[in-house]
Nanobody
Framework: QVQLVESGGGLVQAGGSLRLSCAASGYTFTDYGMGWFRQAPGKEREFVAVISWSSRATYYADSVKGRFTISRDNAKNTVYLQMNSLKPEDTAVYYC?????????????WGQGTQVTVSS
């Protein structure tokens, strides 16, 4: 069965960096794009970034553009989210998902999430 397992979350000061990883298994990784979403307390889950299967196309939410970078290593069945210049408003549970697009209904499998907390 499809499994997506996120890791790399934690507590970081504003201005710091974190790299999230999402290890995929149970399917042919290169058949799908991969996305990252996040959900802050009391808010709806929102799109963060997406990458095509070949890495040729990437798209970002305006709120993270220029600070976050999505990448993937198809040999390792892993997608990454490098987060730099973190802000307190980036605090959220971050989820990786299988699919492609900016809306949640474009994704059919989700990880359990990893907590990112940015202190001011």
């Amino acid at each position: 069965q499809v499994q997506l397992v996120e890791s790399g979350g934690g507590l970081v000061q504003a201005g710091g960096s974190l790299r999230l990883s999402c290890a995929a298994s149970g399917y042919t990784f290169t058949d799908y794009g991969m996305g990252w979403f996040r959900q802050a307390p009391g808010k709806e889950r929102e799109f963060v970034a997406v990458i095509s299967w070949s890495s040729r196309a990437t798209y970002y939410a305006d709120s993270v553009k220029g600070r976050f970078t999505i990448s993937r290593d198809n040999a390792k069945n892993t997608v990454y989210l490098q987060m730099n210049s973190l802000k307190p408003e980036d605090t959220a549970v971050y989820y990786c998902a299988r699919g492609y697009g900016r809306i949640q209904s474009s994704y059919d499998s989700w990880g359990q999430g990893t907590q990112v907390t940015v202190s001011s």
